[in-house]
T-cell receptor
Framework: NAGVTQTPKFRILKIGQSMTLQCTQD?????MYWYRQDPGMGLKLIYY???????DKGEVPNGYNVSRSTTEDFPLRLELAAPSQTSVYFC???????????FGSGTRLTVV | GQQVMQIPQYQHVQEGEDFTTYCNSS?????IQWYKQRPGGHPVFLIQ?????EVKKQKRLTFQFGEAKKNSSLHITATQTTDVGTYFC???????????FGTGTRLQVTL
């Protein structure tokens, strides 16, 4: 099993550009999450989903959007990139809400 | 919102020394999880503790959940260079199924 797959691994964006960070999991997990991690810091929750068609905001949702049309996929959209969005983005999934998370390898995003 | 604090932020030990990181919450936790993140890597789930006073071991790692379920600790016996990384505790906030991660403890091990 591949687990949680994130693409791309690295990306440089110019201010104002848009992009979608892809996340897919093959474990049939209902719960999926997007976190961002700034250098030397902890993880902050951006958005999460408890199942297809259901999404909700986390701690730092501003500037981002998500959708969950299938169980497998949970893309994160940045509409107007800003330097403050320079970070490492991790997607994670879990079997249930109170189970350990499986993380993807991350997307390192730089906005210049 | 609920916060989970970890101490210390950073610890540098020599190989063979022991290491402990502590996780504290102002509110009672339903359970607590621990993750390890190697430098440049992604967090990897280590363990979940649920019961008051619970102690679990994984080889040289010992995890403990406090009696009041407001704190937890991770102890590594005889550290090795492979233990290098940041250790995060994480707990559930409210009734929603979302983890709040602690601030993390970065462990550096030298020979």
């Amino acid at each position: 099993n591949a687990g949680v797959t994130q693409t791309p691994k690295f990306r440089i964006l110019k201010i104002g550009q848009s992009m979608t960070l892809q996340c897919t999991q093959d474990m049939n997990h209902n719960y999926m999450y997007w976190y961002r991690q700034d250098p030397g810091m902890g993880l902050k929750l951006i958005y999460y989903s408890v199942g297809a068609g259901i999404t909700d905001k986390g701690e730092v949702p501003n500037g981002y959007n998500v959708s969950r049309s299938t169980t497998e996929d949970f893309p994160l959209r940045l509409e107007l990139a800003a330097p403050s969005q320079t970070s490492v983005y991790f997607c994670a999934s879990s079997y249930t809400g109170d189970y350990g998370y499986t993380f993807g390898s991350g997307t390192r995003l730089t906005v210049v | 919102g609920q916060q989970v604090m970890q101490i210390p932020q950073y610890q540098h030990v020599q190989e063979g020394e022991d290491f402990t990181t502590y996780c504290n919450s102002s509110t009672t936790l339903s359970n607590i999880q621990w993750y390890k993140q190697r430098p440049g890597g992604h967090p990897v789930f280590l363990i979940q503790l649920v019961k008051s006073g619970e102690v679990k071991k994984q080889k040289r790692l010992t995890f403990q959940f406090g009696e009041a379920k407001k704190n937890s600790s991770l102890h590594i016996t005889a550290t090795q260079t492979t233990d290098v990384g940041t250790y995060f505790c994480a707990a559930y906030t409210g009734t929603a199924s979302k983890l709040t991660f602690g601030t993390g403890t970065r462990l550096q091990v030298t020979l």
